[in-house]
């Protein structure tokens, strides 16, 4: 089992940057692909991006060339960074670890349900 724990978040003024970590621990991050997703307030938690082992990825539209995410083994963590943020990304952001294969499509691994373990979360607020 791994756990996993996010940093990072903060508040930020439109147009600022955040670079969030999520640093997992118990078992190598290497061997899982990640996902990271978002909840703002009154809404659903939604797909931001998912890393495979070999460090393919997928990105949400909603990131728009925006956001990059990565991965560091030696370090055990991964790396969500956000560029260009919008009042529209506040929200609380995790990290999740999927024990499965990496999908053929972005849809396919958008879903929560593949994901085994998730972190807390990180606030991320981004004032106007």
């Known amino acids: 089992q791994v756990q996993l724990v996010e940093s990072g978040g903060g508040l930020v003024q439109a147009g600022g940057s955040l670079r969030l970590s999520c640093a997992a621990s118990?078992?190598?991050?290497?061997?899982?692909?990640m996902g990271w997703f978002r909840q703002a307030p009154g809404k659903e938690r939604e797909f931001v991006a998912a890393i495979s082992t070999r460090n393919s990825l997928y990105y949400a539209d909603l990131t728009k060339g925006r956001f990059t995410m990565s991965r560091d083994n030696a370090k055990n963590t991964v790396y969500l960074q956000m560029n260009s943020l919008k009042p529209e990304d506040t929200a609380v952001y995790y990290c999740?670890?999927?024990?499965?294969?990496?999908?053929?499509?972005?849809?396919?691994?958008?879903?929560?349900?593949?994901?085994?373990?998730w972190g807390q979360g990180t606030q991320v607020t981004v004032s106007s």
């Open positions: 118990g078992r190598a991050v290497s061997a899982y692909v």
């Open positions: 999740a670890a999927d024990r499965g294969s990496w999908a053929s499509n972005a849809a396919s691994q958008s879903r929560q349900s593949r994901y085994d373990y």
